[in-house]
């Protein structure tokens, strides 16, 4: 299973450096107000830069939460199953939902992301898909990971 733990390594890689990205996106959102106000250009610039490095951002902030087990689950069932049990409803429900989510999404953004245009938001999109993907299958083949 070595490929299982590259293929971790490098989602976990993509991760760490994303995450640096909030400091851009807090920049260029802040800046957009003083640029209107003060320099009166840019502010459209900066506000779009903003938004785009956020787009990038969020797909792997997602991915992140996912790994750390940290989004919000409904327990009101689960809670008193098992802990084997428990991670099997999620191996499982990855499997039928969100793979099947992220395949879908690269089939139909993939031609999009092909034309010109918020190129930046579009990538995100694959990429929010792509590491979706791999993180279901890291989950998948190996499924109990320390935190």
Not at 68 to 83: C, G, K, M, Q, S
Not at 86 to 91: H, P, Q, V, Y
Request: with cysteine; hydrophobic share 60%; glycine share 4%.
């Amino acid at each position: 299973m070595a490929w299982i733990d590259r293929v971790d390594r490098t989602v976990g890689r993509l991760i760490a450096a994303a995450r640096w990205l909030v400091l851009p996106v807090a920049l260029f959102l802040f800046l957009q107000w003083p640029l209107r106000d003060f320099v009166r250009w840019g502010s459209r610039e900066a506000n779009d830069l903003g938004q785009w490095i956020f787009a990038l951002y969020v797909s792997a902030a997602v991915t992140f939460a996912t790994r750390e087990r940290a989004h919000l689950a409904v327990d009101a069932i689960a809670h008193d199953y098992p802990a084997r049990v428990r991670g099997a409803i999620a191996r499982w429900g990855a499997l039928l939902c969100v793979a099947p989510w992220a395949l879908f999404m690269l089939w139909t953004s993939w031609p999009t992301a092909q034309r010109f245009g918020y190129f930046l938001i579009k990538v995100a999109t694959l990429l929010l898909a792509v590491l979706a993907l791999l993180q279901t299958l890291i989950d998948a083949v190996r499924p109990a990971r320390a935190h």
